[in-house]
């Protein structure tokens, strides 16, 4: 029998799918199978009006078969069929959609949802086929039919025999090359693995046969007198898909057990989530989402190698493992999937294309995270706590990296322990709870609450029952840089130099005595050098004699965090203040040694600026110095 040519250049478009349309030669087993499910729908849905048919959906499936002898894999269903003349249209025809064809003539019900589209995925199976025959026998036909082909040179068609409608597709597998192990089609384990991967949730049974070990008690004994165990081969029909999705199913018919298992066993995780999302949504955009706030992070979260995504599935079939573009970055801890019909994929229904449909997804399923996360922190205080704990820094980089553009979207969730009790507090509990008089929400950044809990400037604060908020994380200072404000009360850093805690007079009396001893504070910053930027009094400090604040954009804790990063070869410097208290006694002692023992007062100056530096979470610059200062000073 001659051959025929495809229609269009066909090995060139072969060639092309093999190489470039598709990435993983695993994946033309999905499109197989699509291919059978949508062959069953399409008889499902005659037999719907048409009582010949003589199927009920529990009649319908399909099989699996493996032949290590052969090389062969087969993939047959007892759906629709085709007639010689679909076989050549459908398959003779490259890029012919029949499920395409049939969507448009036919209005489905809810339950019947035709995958295919492109009319190209049964060309996959040519990435581990040299040979692909496929018999078939239309419904309702009294004969069957045999298209037969090796790829790009073209097909055949021929009479054959086939007792039952359906589908029948042998492939006849590739032998092995130094890169590619086309056996691995032969094991049925990873059959298996690749069908649950893939086509779990397909509607209808896929079924193949099994080997098991099962173990078998003999007469024989051991040497304790126990009878010896043997393990025997057996083999059985089983079938390898779930096929109901849980997703799919009515939020009221599933219990909080089957969602942590399926969140276990779909995400291998061995702890339970702290939230379940589960959400439908009808409309313009038409999708089923199950998502899960995970409670712990997984060990490369905050790593490069990290790939933060939603599974994406189309009518049940996995298209992608990580759809990033699904979720925005800064909720790239939420683990789980999408099923959506309405999102337009590529040729191969491996990737997306960056469509209106997506966009429209993304945004909703930000605002149900969100607010999932709002209820947590509302109504679960100690589970959003070790939520926080966990991934706060993602949200907090997702408000600075965004330079407060998503502030509006994230701030809410902030989270920092304030000073008077060391509890977690989101920004609007902190502002609400600020005494009238109150101008600033004040903050303190450094590497430890306990140290900053303890700033010699926070006293006044104290006293004035105003509290502060402790910032212990490297981001947090230029997050709040960011911020700017909140409730409309403006951020204000204790290590800032004027905190608004002066009445008129203080300010006044204050100006008076720095302006009597200016000269005083100019010879120890003449002392100090560049180290600092200047001498002053302080209007913050209470009990403690000093303190160092900074000047400018740059604060203390910027300076120590800039320096550290890798690559900071020029080293980035505050403009450091010196700040004494004027009513301390030491204050009172430079007073007295001022003007006739200046240089003693530089001396002074040199131990009040270390001990500021320590108190700051700095190195002394000078140990040696900073010793003998002390020594001198005992005389």
């Known amino acids: ?178 890169h590619d192990k086309f056996d691995e089609f032969l094991d049925p384990w990873r059959v298996s693995s690749i069908v649950k991967r893939y086509s779990d949730y397909i509607r209808y049974p896929i079924r193949m046969e099994m080997e098991h070990q099962q173990r078998k008690e003999t007469e024989e004994k ?105 979720l925005p970055e800064y909720f790239g801890f939420v683990k789980g999937l999408v099923d959506s019909e309405d999102l337009s994929l590529n040729i191969s229904r491996e990737m997306l294309q960056h469509d209106r449909q997506l966009t429209l997804i993304r945004t909703a399923l930000e605002k149900r995270i969100k607010h999932e996360l709002a209820d947590m922190l509302e109504k679960s205080r100690e589970d959003y706590e070790k939520f926080w704990n966990t991934f706060g820094l993602t949200i907090k980089f997702g408000i600075y990296q965004s330079y407060g553009a998503n502030r509006g979207q994230l701030e809410d969730l902030l989270l920092f322990r304030r000073a008077s009790d060391g509890k977690f507090v989101p920004l609007k509990e902190y502002a609400d709870a600020m005494p009238e008089g109150q101008k600033y929400c004040y903050y303190a950044a450094g590497e430890s609450f306990e140290k900053l809990s303890k700033l010699p400037q926070t006293e006044l604060l104290r006293d004035k029952g105003y509290d502060l908020l402790c910032l212990t994380d490297t981001v947090d200072e230029f997050l709040f840089q960011i911020l700017h404000s909140y409730s409309e009360k403006d951020f204000r850093s204790v290590s800032s130099g004027d905190l608004g805690l002066e009445s008129d007079e203080e300010k006044a009396e204050q100006e008076k005595l720095e302006s009597e001893y200016k000269e005083l504070f100019d010879c120890m910053k003449e002392a100090l050098g560049d180290r600092v930027t200047e001498v002053r009094l302080s209007s913050s400090l209470k009990t403690h004699p000093v303190c160092l604040t900074a000047k400018g954009a740059v604060s203390l804790e910027m300076e120590k965090v800039l320096n550290t990063m890798p690559g900071s070869e020029q080293k980035v410097k505050a403009q450091r203040v010196l700040e004494l208290n004027g009513g301390h006694p030491v204050f009172e002692a430079l007073k007295a040694l001022w003007p006739e023992q200046k240089e003693k007062v530089a001396t002074y100056a040199e131990l009040l600026y270390d001990q500021a530096l320590l108190i700051e979470g700095l190195s002394v610059e000078d140990p040696i110095r900073f010793s003998n200062a002390i020594c001198e000073l005992m005389k």
């Open 1 to 178: 029998m001659a051959k025929k040519q495809f229609r269009t250049e066909s090995k060139r478009i072969l060639d092309l799918m093999v190489n470039s349309i598709y990435t993983n030669k695993e994946i033309f087993l999905r499109e197989l199978i699509s291919n059978a499910s949508d062959a069953i729908d399409k008889l499902y849905f005659r037999s719907l009006t048409d009582q010949s048919v003589g199927m009920n959906r529990s009649d319908f499936a399909i099989d699996l078969a493996i032949d290590k002898d052969a090389r062969t894999l087969t993939v047959s269903d007892n759906g629709i069929g085709m007639t010689a003349e679909e076989l050549e249209k459908n398959l003779g025809t490259i890029a012919h959609s029949g499920s395409l064809d049939f969507t448009k003539n036919n209005e489905l019900s809810e339950e019947i949802d035709i995958i295919g589209q492109f009319g190209v995925g049964f060309y996959s199976a040519f990435m581990v086929a040299d040979r692909i025959t496929v018999t078939s026998c239309a419904c309702g036909a009294d004969s069957a039919n045999r298209w037969e082909s090796e790829g790009g040179d073209g097909y055949t068609v021929s009479p054959a025999e086939k007792e039952t409608a359906g589908t029948e597709i042998v492939l006849h597998l590739k032998e092995n090359t130094e």
């Open 222 to 326: 051991d040497e304790n007198g126990n009878p010896k165990v043997e393990y025997e081969t057996t083999k059985s029909i089983d079938t390898l898909n779930s096929m109901v999705p849980i997703w799919k199913r009515n939020k009221k018919d599933v219990t909080d057990e089957e969602y942590k298992s399926f969140y276990k066993e779909k995400f291998y995780d061995y702890a339970e989530p702290l939230r379940v999302i589960h959400q439908k949504a009808e409309g313009t955009t038409e999708y089923q989402a199950l998502l899960y706030i995970p409670s712990h992070a997984e060990f490369n979260y905050y790593s490069k190698d990290f790939e933060r995504g939603l599974q994406l599935y189309s009518s049940g079939v996995m298209i992608m493992e990580r759809c990033a573009d699904l």
